[in-house]
Structure formats: structure tokens, C-alpha cells
């Protein structure tokens, strides 16, 4: 089984990470008893007689590769999960009103309800689908992974509130602009931040 892999997303080659006869990569070779090749265009192929191995090795290899990354280049892999997405197919973006917690970030998506998608608000009732549930999980898993090669203590947060766009990026221009679902969400992961913002309660004394 062959699985190429790219690295030169962020200038960082193969060659330039792994080593000029991919010596980084010689205890996957061992324990998980594949072949690991650099293929002239810059791609890892791996390949071996036993599937189940070729796929531990691939996890194995892709862990290595997103550790590098964030390392050499200071990045850190966003996944985001629209819980709504059965309910539009268009997202239009808008400038935050009066009530919003933080103006500094000021253009919000909004899923625009279509007729023969679901009833808008209909997925508070229903469950997070399997195939979401499996995206949140993996990417748990592979920041969990990049982060055990490091010693130190980490957080896990899970923050509620309202989504912005990152307004340095995304400014007064982008606002009234619609765009199809699919084509908005891989706009967002990795190129435009997404910031929570939250709502503080003041509650009078006395």
C-alpha cells in the first residue's frame, strides 16, 4: 500500500525534515516493517506486504509531519464542525450587531436557511453525527499526539459563545458577501482565524 504525503505546504521538504536518506523515519521502517521512499516530487510513499502495518506506519508518519510543522513554523491545525450545515447551503457574512460581546472582530457567518434543506434550529433536537464525532475525535487525537513529544502541561478548553472572523483578514469589505457552504468551510480551516467570543455577566451588588 502507497500513501504519498506532502510537506511542502510550509517550505518544509522531506529532505529538509526527515534527513537527505530519510534517517527520522528508520524506526516506522523497523517496527511497523514498511519501505519508506522519497519520490522525486517531493512525496513519502509507503508501502509494505501487510495493510494494517502500512497504516500504523502512515499515523505514525502523519503525526511526525504535524509535529514538524507547528514546531518549525508556529502552526497549529484548526478543525472547525458546522453543527448546522444540514440547514443552508449558502453562508452569507455579516457585520456583528449592537448586542455582540466584542466588536474588535466584527464579521459573523451566518448560514442562510433554504427550503429544501431542514427546519432552521432543528439540530438542537438531533444527536452530533458519527461522521462529526469522528472529526472531532482525530483531531483530538492528532493534537494529543503532537503534544505528547513535548514535556509540559497542556489545557484542554472547550469554550461557548459566538463565532467571529478574524477582521485583520476579513474586513468591512466581506461584509454582505455570500458564499456556497462547502467552499466557506475549507475558507476557514487554516487561513482565516476563528475566535470565540464570550459573554461576560455583571450581576448589580447588593
Known amino acids: 500500500m502507497n500513501w504519498p504525503e506532502e510537506l511542502t505546504d510550509y517550505e518544509v521538504t522531506p529532505r529538509a ?3 537527505n536518506e530519510l534517517q527520522a523515519l528508520n524506526d516506522i521502517r523497523k517496527e511497523n516493517e514498511v519501505w519508506i521512499t522519497l519520490l522525486p516530487n ?3 510513499q509507503i508501502s509494505g506486504s501487510d495493510i494494517v502495518k502500512c497504516e500504523a506506519a502512515e499515523v505514525r508518519y502523519k503525526t511526525m509531519v504535524e509535529r514538524i510543522r507547528i514546531e518549525k513554523c508556529g502552526l497549529q491545525q484548526a478543525k472547525n464542525v458546522v453543527l448546522d450545515e444540514r440547514e443552508g447551503i449558502d453562508v452569507i457574512l455579516l457585520r456583528a450587531e449592537d448586542w455582540w460581546p466584542n466588536h474588535n472582530d466584527y464579521v459573523v457567518p451566518r448560514l442562510l436557511p433554504s427550503g429544501i434543506m431542514d427546519e432552521p434550529g432543528s439540530f438542537r433536537k438531533d444527536d452530533v453525527h458519527d ?3 469522528v472529526e472531532i475525535r482525530d483531531a483530538i487525537r492528532r493534537a494529543l499526539e503532537t503534544a505528547s513529544y513535548k514535556k509540559g502541561a497542556y489545557d484542554f478548553v472547550v469554550r461557548l459563545g459566538c463565532v467571529a472572523l478574524d477582521s485583520g483578514r476579513m474586513g468591512q469589505e466581506s461584509v454582505g458577501k455570500k458564499h ?5 468551510a475549507k475558507s476557514i480551516n487554516g487561513k482565516v482565524d476563528l ?3 464570550r459573554w461576560f455577566v455583571r450581576r448589580p451588588l447588593g
Not at 456556497?180 to 466557506?184: L, P, Q, S, V
Open 195 to 197: 475566535r470565540p467570543k
Open 42 to 44: 517531493n512525496q513519502i
Open 17 to 19: 525534515a526527515f534527513g
Open 131 to 133: 461522521i462529526q464525532l
Open 180 to 184: 456556497g457552504k462547502e467552499k466557506f
